[in-house]
């Protein structure tokens, strides 16, 4: 069975670091794309950021470019996401997802779309504040 696997959340004051971890089990990562979203109490889901398959092609959200950094480690069948300057705006249930569809233009918009992707894990929680 396909599952995705979040952790690394946690609490941090404004100005501090996470880095998320998305591990994949029943399949192998590295034919998939893989997506962070986070979703904020009251608000809508919204792309955080994307990696390719391959690692080579990577995108932010405006609201987390310079902050954030998405990896990948296919070897150990995990991707991450790297959060440092956290803000209290950053508060959210974070999701990874998996897709195997492929978009050579416009990557930013399909892949920080939910409706691309297929697989989704249960969440990981990240409260800033201090």
Do not use: H
Not at 8 to 32: E, H, N
Not at 109 to 123: A, F, I, K, N, V
């Amino acid at each position: 069975q396909l599952q995705l696997v979040e952790s690394g959340g946690g609490l941090v004051q404004p100005g501090g670091s996470l880095r998320l971890s998305c591990a994949a089990s029943g399949f192998t990562l590295d034919a998939y794309a893989i997506g962070w979203f986070r979703q904020a109490p009251g608000k809508e889901r919204e792309g955080v950021s994307y990696i390719s398959s391959t690692g080579i092609s990577t995108n932010y959200a405006d609201s987390v470019k310079g902050r954030f950094t998405i990896s990948r480690d296919n070897a150990k069948n995990t991707v991450y996401l790297q959060m440092n300057s956290l803000k209290p705006e950053d508060t959210a249930i974070y999701f990874c997802a998996a897709t195997q569809r492929r978009y050579y233009s416009n990557t930013y918009y399909y892949y920080l779309r939910g409706s691309t992707y297929d697989y989704w894990g249960q969440g990981t929680q990240v409260t800033v504040s201090s």
